[in-house]
């Protein structure tokens, strides 16, 4: 009898300063969540991602990579430019909170009310958004994703290590506590 070849799936691209990164930059615990603004499963995951944050302060920092999966879900990619074009004017973790607390308000109308409430210009980031101004970001994290095995919103990487448990609290406090004993 054989045995298949487990293989783990590791983060290909490193962090970098280009990442969209919450926590401090010494952390001793790094998720990388490759996510989907208009996934169920990333919307559910994204409250214990904000606990787990708030709870270990200190010794994690989340990364977010954008992962689209638009023919499933239709206003993912336009959600993941509107959160570009809002970090290339520093607010980028307001807007992917927005977007995630709104789901049910992804269309171009709702998404631009959410645009203007974050405190953005939404005329400036319509056109953004219309002429792909932002597209090829979103290409980018989407293709490392691809390299790194994501085939699916939420995937996330503790360490560089595809988390392969579950997103509720529990579970993400003891994949994030392991890691910083590691």
Do not use: K
Request: aromatic share 8%.
């Amino acid at each position: 009898m054989t045995t298949p070849l487990q293989v783990t799936a590791r983060l290909r691209d490193p962090v970098t300063t280009e990442d969209h990164i919450r926590g401090p930059a010494d952390a001793a615990v790094t998720i990388v969540e490759y996510g989907d603004f208009q996934c169920q499963f990333c919307g559910a995951a994204y409250p214990n991602l904000h606990e787990v944050l708030r709870q270990r302060t200190d010794t994690v920092r989340l990364v977010y990579r954008y992962f689209p999966i638009a023919n499933v879900h239709p206003y993912a990619e336009r959600a993941a430019e509107t959160a570009e074009a809002a970090a290339v004017r520093g607010r980028f973790w307001e807007m992917h909170d927005w977007l995630y607390e709104h789901q049910d308000q992804l269309d171009p109308v709702h998404l631009s009310l959410g645009v203007e409430q974050v405190g953005l210009p939404p005329d400036e980031l319509n056109a953004e958004v219309e002429s792909r101004a932002h597209a090829d970001r979103v290409r980018r994290d989407f293709v490392g994703g691809i390299r790194s095995g994501v085939n699916g919103t939420p995937t996330l990487f503790v360490n560089g290590v595809r988390h392969e448990g579950g997103y509720d609290l529990p579970d993400l406090l003891a994949a994030v506590d392991a890691a910083s004993n590691a």
